[in-house]
């Protein structure tokens, strides 16, 4: 099965609010074998959403859309389609009383507004797609060529229950149970290029066997996507784990993870086996080395603290860096990050100590120091320490995350060999 996804937002538009229904949607509807064949954003306007419907029903014959379904004068998707149906809007008086259940089980005072009574127009001949998160409900419209429209909820929390409760059962049984998918494995790398991802892949580069490969660099890294489609589920796990094996042995130890892995709960993982505890001396990332590990549920079987030692004399008084490596070397310097690491090492006590020291930008490059210029250093359980320095590309906050990512792979490689 082929659809058209159509979300409806002006927000969506002027870009006030990211499309995460439309990701979310794209994903949950491979995993049952129906595949988007194109995504389409139109604003609150009844002509501009009859027109998308209408279009991607000659195309496909089926179309799932997002938002337009509240109680306010903007939202006209119901309307609107009913219209392109040739359907009258009827007041459906169970649909209202749900609407008032859900009322008073907030808690609320009286009844509903008057607003909440837009919510009960359903268009002649539509089945009701219930709403267990609000008080818009679900709408799935077919005219007499078999051709289809299911509405949903634009907001997220609704429209994700409503689409795993209520449209991916539908359309598992219109599907023929998914006798076929649409499935991808991602393999995660760091701390490489993608041209030099490229180049070490060879001929997997243009794929695996049958698998296409899509190459997807962010600040985490270079994420490996395969995927597998028309495929019955056994057959389709089966290439992916296949294809991901051949790609793990060509990348090696760039690799660190797959699908949704956070570097942070793999470094966590390696260091609770190995019984080692971290601590950190953070300069230019401020804070967000320390809180991504803190992130993780049961970091605090590993990571013991940190130091935000934004000025020299709390890099001095602190984590104990001689104020001659600063005034010889500035702050931005590898025995400055050095000293950071055995300093917040010493101070609290753990196994491996981090050091972080840079320039975030827009300002601050000296002569040889552009922006974007981090030195990290990793100090280990037997005085062992591992210094790099490296230029990160983008504004200040990816500079930064980029630092906490560089420095999470410095303890991912270091351990082993400690």
Request: neutral net charge.
């Amino acid at each position: 099965m082929r659809i058209e996804l159509i979300t409806i937002g002006d927000e969506l538009l002027l870009g006030f609010t990211l499309d995460t229904n439309a990701a979310h949607l794209a994903r949950e509807l491979a995993a049952v074998g129906v595949e988007i064949t194109r995504r389409t954003t139109v604003g609150d306007v009844g002509p501009a959403i009859a027109a998308a419907v209408g279009e991607a029903l000659e195309r496909a014959g089926a179309v799932v859309t997002t938002g337009g379904l509240g109680p306010t004068s903007d939202d006209l998707t119901r309307p609107a389609i009913a219209a392109l149906f040739a359907r009258e809007l009827r007041f459906d008086a169970n649909v209202y009383e749900r609407i008032e259940e859900r009322w008073r089980a907030r808690g609320l005072p009286g009844h509903p507004p008057a607003a909440n009574r837009h919510q009960a127009l359903v268009p002649d001949g539509a089945v009701v797609l219930p709403n267990a998160e609000g008080t818009a409900p679900g709408l799935w419209l077919e005219d007499e060529r078999g051709r289809w429209v299911a509405m949903l909820p634009g907001v997220p929390r609704e429209m994700r229950a409503m689409a795993r409760d209520v449209l991916l059962p539908r359309l598992r049984v219109l599907s023929g149970a998914a006798a076929t998918v649409v499935r991808s494995r991602t393999l995660r790398t760091t701390g490489i290029a993608e041209s030099a991802l490229v180049e070490r892949l060879g001929q997997l580069a243009a794929g695996v066997g049958d698998l296409p490969l899509a190459f997807l660099p962010g600040a985490d890294g270079v994420d490996l996507r395969l995927t597998a489609r028309a495929l019955p589920p056994e057959r389709a796990d089966e290439a992916l784990e296949g294809g991901v094996e051949q790609l793990r042995a060509r990348v090696g130890r760039y690799a660190y993870g797959e699908d949704g892995a956070d570097l942070a709960a793999v470094v966590l993982d390696a260091c609770r086996r190995r019984r080692v505890r971290i601590a950190v001396g953070e300069s230019c990332t401020g804070g967000m080395l320390g809180a991504r590990i803190t992130a993780i549920p049961g970091s605090s079987a590993v990571f013991l603290g940190g130091v935000i030692a934004y000025d020299n004399a709390i890099k001095e008084a602190l984590l104990e860096v001689p104020r001659d490596e600063l005034e010889a070397a500035g702050a931005v310097s590898e025995p400055v990050a050095a000293a950071m690491a055995r300093g917040s090492r010493a101070r609290t006590g753990a196994e491996i100590g981090v050091g972080i020291t840079g320039i975030a930008g827009p300002d601050g490059e000296t002569p040889g120091k552009p922006v974007g210029t981090v030195w990290t250093a990793v100090a280990g359980p037997a005085g062992q320490i591992v210094t790099r320095r490296a230029t990160f590309v983008g504004d200040r906050q990816e500079v930064r995350y980029r630092a906490t990512q560089h420095a999470l792979d410095m303890i991912r490689r270091a351990l082993p060999e400690w």
